[in-house]
Every structure is written in C-alpha cells, then in structure tokens.
C-alpha cells in the first residue's frame, strides 16, 4: 500500500520561508514524476510544482523564481522550498506521485496523493 506523508508545514510570516517534505512508504519515488498541489479555502486544488524522474522541474508562474522543487531518491523523498512566502500562498499543501516518469500539471495525470499539510502565511 502506498502512502505519502508530508510535513513542514506552519505559519509564517510574509517574506519568509518554509521547506515542505514529502516521504514515500510501499513505493518508491525513483521511477515517478513528483508533483506538489495545493487548495486555499474555496478554491479547486491547483498545480504548484512538478519534478520529473530525470530531475526536470516545472512551476506554476505564480511561484515560479520563489519556489524550488528538489528529489532525494536515495531518502524516498521529494522536498518544495518555499521562499518569499505571500498571503496569497495559504493553502493546504498536497505531494503526489504521477503515473509515468514524465511531469503533468494536470490532477488527474496522479495516482497517490498525500494527506495535505497547512501552510498559512500572515501579511
């Protein structure tokens, strides 16, 4: 059974920053796509950061030159560093594993997803 677990998450003030963790148990990472997702209140989950099995990343624009999404294979572990955090990025966060290698912006391109871990950040 696979399970995703992540952590890192708080609250924080504008400008600062957090680093989200996303660990895999009853699968490994190494042959997946990675893709971090997120939800605000009343709103549908979006696409915030992707990282394919050959490490190339994909951002959304709204985080792209604040956020960086990196792998650990070795630790089954895929990491989103957030930086320069804005209110607007309170959301709960979301890793998920893709069905293939290749990265997708798209929902339903991933299989697992994880439990979701709570971002806020105050103005």
């Known amino acids: 059974q696979v399970q995703l677990v992540e952590s890192g998450g708080g609250l924080v003030q504008a400008g600062g920053s957090l680093r989200l963790s996303c660990a895999a148990s009853?699968?490994?990472?190494?042959?997946?796509?990675v893709g971090w997702f997120r939800q605000a209140p009343g709103k549908e989950r979006e696409f915030v950061a992707s990282?394919?099995?050959?490490?190339?990343?994909y951002y959304a624009d709204s985080v792209k030159g604040r956020f960086t999404i990196s792998r650990d294979n070795t630790k089954n572990t895929v990491y989103l560093q957030m930086n320069s955090l804005k209110p607007e990025d309170t959301a709960v966060y979301y890793c998920?594993?893709?069905?293939?290698?290749?990265?997708?912006?798209?929902?339903?391109?991933?299989?697992?997803w994880g439990q979701g871990t709570q971002v806020t950040v105050s103005s």
């Open positions: 009853g699968r490994t990472f190494s042959s997946v796509a």
């Open positions: 998920a594993t893709a069905r293939t290698s290749y990265s997708s912006t798209f929902l339903a391109q991933y299989d697992y």
């Open positions: 990282i394919s099995l050959s490490g190339g990343t």
